[in-house]
């Protein structure tokens, strides 16, 4: 393993842009709390910090994280290092308003999904505000507004580019439709999708689009919510307003089909010298369908763990054995 955290971090570049950043990105929206259980802002601050020291550059964080808790957060850690880093943020999931359509309530607060230039405007001034920057590296649509068009969107993350507070435009949770729409009135430099060894859809939907008009893609949850950082204890409980509490994919019938797919892997993990987790991030990024793996992190330890898997080659054996396992053992999850 020691060699594996030695190694050099892969990099990649977002899309027309030019942005040079890691494969490895952090994502942090445990950080700002809701749906994770709670947030603990002195170990988040710890990881961020890791995770530069481990060459990571790409910081992923959004309004929507916290109700700015995830940006300010990322903004206070930065201090000093702001140029180390890739700041990647959103717009579209506002509290400020009512304007568009209701998403869901996040402490007491609506949120709505809502891309109106004039909010978008609004929503950029208080990201740079938390972030404490005077640029956002990469500015991400979060969710799609059915009420919003495309071009009035897309006009006003184009003058906030010329105006130099975003340096590239990103869109998330979209369709190929509407990303074809965006990229009608101009350059889109990345897309951020839900990607895993369970979550191969943008495989048949985005790639091909965005391999074809050089839109880098970001994928998230690129161990599922931690369902595929390892086995899990079955006695393990997630508690409070933790999404994993209610969601099905982390039965006690699915983890034991876990326990079956990492058993099956054992001698791959130990070939390459690696955790599980790191082997799932590393199967991510050699895929070839993402350019950046997002992986969430709340302390140190995680951060250093997620990171040194952007150092890791897997042999193309490696790698149909991974997609061979899975779909013997993980089809049916859900």
Request: with cysteine.
């Amino acid at each position: 393993m020691n060699a594996v955290l030695n190694a050099e971090m892969k990099t990649t570049t977002l899309g027309p842009s030019g942005i040079e950043c890691s494969a490895i990105g952090l994502g942090t929206w445990a950080m700002g709390g809701w749906m994770w259980g709670g947030q603990d802002s002195a170990a988040a601050t710890e990881a961020i910090a890791a995770s530069l020291d481990a060459g990571v550059t790409l910081i992923d964080t959004a309004p929507a994280y916290g109700l700015g808790a995830s940006e300010n957060i990322v903004g206070a850690a930065l201090k000093g290092r702001r140029h180390e880093a890739v700041i990647a943020t959103k717009c579209g999931l506002v509290w400020h308003t009512q304007k568009g359509t209701h998403f869901f309530d996040e402490d007491g607060h609506p949120v709505y999904r809502y891309l109106g230039r004039e909010s978008i405007f609004h929503e950029a001034e208080e990201s740079l505000k938390r972030l404490q920057t005077d640029y956002i590296d990469l500015y991400i649509t979060h969710w799609q507004d059915g009420t919003t068009p495309v071009e009035e969107t897309m006009d006003a993350l184009l003058t906030l580019k010329r105006q130099g507070k975003i340096r590239a435009i990103g869109v998330s949770n979209v369709s190929a439709e509407t990303l074809s729409e965006y990229l009608r009135y101009g350059p889109v430099d990345a897309a951020q999708e839900r990607y895993s060894l369970i979550d191969r859809e943008i495989e048949h939907t985005l790639t091909p689009l965005c391999s074809q008009h050089n839109v880098a893609m970001l994928g998230y949850s690129s161990l599922a919510l931690g369902l595929l950082a390892g086995p899990i204890d079955p006695a393990r409980e997630f508690t409070g307003d933790d999404q994993r509490a209610t969601n099905p994919r982390f039965s006690t019938a699915n983890r034991a089909k876990l326990k079956a797919f990492f058993e099956e892997l054992e001698p791959v993990r130990n070939q390459i010298g690696c955790s599980f987790g790191q082997l799932m991030i590393a199967w991510t990024v050699a895929s070839g369908n993402v350019s950046v793996a997002l992986c969430g992190a709340r302390v140190r330890q995680q951060a250093v763990e997620n990171a040194a898997a952007g150092a890791i080659d897997i042999p193309r054996e490696a790698v149909q054995r991974i997609d061979d396992a899975a779909a013997r053992h993980l089809r049916a999850l859900g």
